[in-house]
Nanobody, 123 residues
Framework: VQLQASGGGLVQAGVSLRLSCTAS????????MGWFRQAPGKEREFVAA????????SYADSAKGRFTISRDNAKNMVYLQMNSLNPEDTAVYYC?????????????????WGQGTLVTVSS
């Protein structure tokens, strides 16, 4: 199983960025997908999750209203649209996969992880 996150980069505060994650070696449509992030010197934290069919989502308070998670099961892709970025969003962003839409904020519940993509937001 391989998850590959991409789309990170160096951006200025206020702009938007879309992260992508592609999955292989797994039945993508059977897995809940999540995004987590780890800022420098901090613990990894939950950002967002989406159900297998895409109809149910969950967001961290820091992401609500600014970030949108979506998926395309035909392409084995999950996305994280991030708007109004601020320096506090600077982190390595990881995509992850699990089987059920329970306890989606708990990172140990996820069976598979991507390698992460770095997002740096300058002020």
């Amino acid at each position: 199983v391989q998850l590959q996150a991409s789309g990170g980069g160096l951006v200025q505060a206020g702009v938007s960025l879309r992260l992508s994650c592609t999955a292989s070696g797994v039945t993508f449509s059977n897995h809940v997908m999540g995004w987590f992030r780890q800022a420098p010197g901090k613990e990894r934290e939950f950002v967002a999750a989406i159900s297998t069919g895409g109809g149910v989502t969950s967001y961290a308070d820091s992401a609500k209203g600014r970030f949108t998670i979506s998926r395309d099961n035909a392409k084995n892709m999950v996305y994280l649209q991030m708007n109004s970025l601020n320096p506090e969003d600077t982190a390595v962003y990881y995509c992850a996969a699990k089987r059920s839409f329970t306890r989606v904020v708990i990172q140990t519940e996820y069976a598979y992880w991507g390698q992460g993509t770095l997002v740096t937001v300058s002020s």
